[in-house]
Each structure stands twice: as C-alpha cells, then as structure tokens.
C-alpha cells in the first residue's frame, strides 16, 4: 500500500494504492488520525489505484468519518473501481459515505 498526501483548497486529498486490510489498516488509520489531529476538516480519499479494501479498511473510514463529524468536517470518497465498489455494495457502505465519480465532484457536492 501506498498514500499520497496533497492539498487542494480546504480540502486533503488521500490517494490509496494498492491493498488496504488488516496488514496496512494501520497505517493509514494513523495517517488519516494525523490529518484529523492537525485540524483537518476535509477530507477526500481518492480510491483510484487501490485494488482490495478489506473490513478493516472500512472500519478506519468508519471511524474516519465519525471523528470527522464530530468536529464538523467531511469525509468524501470517490473513484471507486468496480471491485472495490462491490465491497461498498455488499457491506452497505454505499449508503453511509458519500461517494463520487472523482474528485472534482467531491469538492463541488
């Protein structure tokens, strides 16, 4: 797994890559708490390049987006691949997050 970082506007822009489950949840799960702890509000994870999610990758969105709520701020996905979209579908994330086409959508909603 790989994340990139970059900043657009108000908005934090999390690209990642690769497999997010039990092995590399943490890592990202401390990466996206920092983006939270440095004051944060927005938040896009942009899942273009990633090819696997696993429960555990959904729990520290989940957790994610709470702690982001919590404080007023968002939390956005978009550029779901057919796979990882199957994932949402099955789980019922589809209907918890807001999810987009890309990013530019994201900002714009």
Request: aromatic residues 6%.
């Amino acid at each position: 797994m790989e994340i990139k970082v970059t900043q657009e506007g108000v908005w934090q822009l999390v690209n990642i890559s690769g497999h997010l489950d039990t092995n590399t949840a943490p890592e990202a799960e401390s990466l996206l708490d920092q983006l939270t702890d440095d004051g944060a509000q927005k938040i896009i994870v942009d899942f273009k390049d990633l090819e696997y999610i696993s429960s555990a990758g959904l729990r520290i969105l989940l957790v994610t987006a709470k702690k982001l709520k919590t404080s007023g701020g968002l939390l956005r996905l978009c550029c779901l691949n057919e796979t990882v979209a199957e994932v949402f579908d099955i789980s019922g994330f589809n209907t918890i997050f807001s999810i987009f086409e890309d990013h530019t959508q994201a900002m714009e909603n």
